[in-house]
């Protein structure tokens, strides 16, 4: 067995998004491969035979992704950018009879293509593309992060006749459509729309005739969850959304929404339960395809859903007769995304040592596949340790720990301390290639949920208008902890890092205090003035998380804004910004590091070229080699090397 390399981001598979045909014996899913040698993604479609237990790989593409059953089971739908590298939706027959074929494609984007219930149809999302050289803009957001400007059009909602291959374009709103779906009958066409221009992420819930005729709003002032699109009642007469009504901001909870399509009030069926509804989970080896939406499946009298709590995504369902939620499918573990047909539950999970896979819920959990266990049996995988300890406000704070490979109890080492994103995200029971890496690499490895945090109360979350208040005592008060419970970390060698919202508590942390001897700062939030004017989200989120407009509360974005603390830092700290991140603008980094470099103060820049805000995970594989390398010789300089000053 042999130590975690850099490399093994490409050793490593993703095993997602299981699709169960119509008749219940078969299931198709997705094979996602980082090719680090080829700088790019592979992925496929594959097939496993619930009845003889066989598995098949049945597209070979290279970028084949979001299988989609037909109503007969006979092909599957599926997205690709084959041929001429535009995204296109593809057709293939289901036993892999011929070559796809390619029913549509488009300059812009494709995402949610399904089938209309007689098979003649697809429906599907899409942005018209307007490449223009001088951007004349006229509204906000005007570019997002991962698809650049989008100013000039919306998201619309389209429909392409499988036989003719007609398109034709249902919806012409000015402002995104999320998702879309048809009805049973396939009479009706629901669809989640924006519907403020302040605030892009509140939602309407709409209902139009299947030729985008008769448009009725039926719901509005939900906020966007990552996983909003509409799901029909088996009867035709509601619609469920995955959603919040904001009243905690950002920190709010989805709960299951229950809409009369003939009007009337919402209901939240899930109201009694504490915990959220969705997936914040981090785990760095997933496919870039395999960060699509997943919302609940209706499926007779039950609702399945995904239960966010503590460091794991479990898969719940609501009995609609008795009014009861329950666990189908739970333990230490991440589950991603699910398919039901009847009494059939199939997932893709993970767990902390344990990449993605597909599972069967079935008199407890059975795995259906096995593409990792070649590369895990033969790496040295450090399993977690949790800890949890009582705050001095007295909350319980959740955590792990991982010991260095070769661990020697009489030996001390270097570690570093990891915050998550968000604030509303979690770290737990997925797979982290980063932490093994350090791990392999002579580091302890320390990660927590604080205040913030999902997988807890909504109370737990809420820090709007506190950032780097009680979140920050936590994350300083489990640094306590595991200096007084963990003898063999150096006090001494310990770094702290973190991206986007962990970044900006990296770069709050290193003006409260010199506790760290070295520092990476990854896509953060310097400043909240610039925050609110420069980026995708800026101008709605950075009033939720401040409170209040820059131009009305400018002392508060002064005061939570690290740049002008920058005369306080002592701290080694390394910036890492991709140049095309929309989401927490390049400005960020740019503009603390200036000030470190003019005061004098050891510091480095490293600009990305593209990738976004998340390209550590998402973007181009030699990209993410050079990110691990340098984050690595960065800590490597100021902690390992420590040791032998000392």
Known sequence: MRRVKIEDIGSFVSVDAPRISPRGDKVAFVVGRTLVHEDRYESNIWIFDRENKALKQLTGGGNDYNPVWSPSGDKILFLSNRGDKKIGIWSIDSEGKGEASLVLTKEGRISQPSWSPDGESILFLSRLINKEDVKEIKKIPFWIDGQEFTYHSAVQVFSVNILTRQESQLTNVDMDVQGATFSNDGKKIACIVSANKKNPLSYDARVMDFNGKNV???????????????????????????????????????????????????????????????????????????????????????????????????????????????????????????????????????????????????????????????????????????????????????????????????????????????????????????????????????????????????????????????????????????????????????????????????????????????????????????????????????????GGDPWDSLDKYLAKSPLFKADQVVTPTMFIHSIDDYRCGIDQSIQFYTALSYLGKESKLLLFPEGGHIFGWTGRPTLRVKRLERILAWFNEYLQAKELEN
């Open 216 to 546: 009725k709003t039926i719901a509005s002032g939900f906020m966007y969850d990552g996983s909003m699109y509409p799901v029909w009642s088996p009867n035709d007469e509601h619609i469920l959304l995955q959603a919040s009504r904001f009243e905690k901001g950002f920190a709010s909870h989805s709960n299951l929404w229950l809409i009369p399509v003939k009007g009337g009030e919402p209901r939240n069926l899930t109201d009694e339960l504490e915990l959220n509804i969705g997936n914040s989970l981090y785990c760095d080896i997933r496919n870039p395809h395999s960060y699509g939406p997943q919302g609940p499946v209706w499926e007779g009298d039950h609702i399945y859903f995904h239960v966010s709590e503590g460091g794991s995504v479990k898969l719940a369902r609501l009995d609609m007769r008795r009014d009861k939620i329950e666990i189908v499918a739970g333990g230490d573990i991440g589950i991603n995304k699910f398919a039901i047909k009847g009494n059939c539950i199939i997932f893709s999970g993970g767990t902390d040592i344990d990449p993605l896979e597909v599972w069967e819920s079935k008199d407890g959990k059975k795995r259906l596949t096995h593409f990792n266990d070649s590369i895990t049996d033969d790496l040295r995988i450090v399993l977690p340790e949790r800890f949890a300890f009582k705050a001095s406000d007295g909350e319980e704070i959740e955590g792990w720990f991982m010991k260095p490979v070769d661990f020697d109890r009489g030996k001390r080492y270097p570690a570093v301390l990891w915050i998550h994103g968000g604030p509303k995200s979690k770290f737990g029971y997925g797979f982290m290639h980063e932490f093994q890496l350090f791990a392999s690499s002579g580091y302890g490895v320390v990660y927590l949920n604080p205040r913030g945090s999902d997988g807890y109360t909504e109370n737990f979350a809420d820090i709007r208008k506190h950032y780097g208040e009680r979140d920050y005592k936590d994350i300083m008060e489990a640094l306590d902890w595991i200096e007084s419970n963990c003898s063999w970390i150096d006090p001494e060698r310990i770094g702290v890092t973190g991206i986007s919202y962990g970044g900006f508590m990296t770069n709050w942390i290193i003006t409260q205090t010199n506790r760290f001897a070295a520092a990476v700062s990854e896509d953060g939030i310097a400043d909240w003035i610039t925050m609110f004017g420069m980026t995708d989200i800026g101008f709605f989120f950075a009033k939720d998380a401040v």
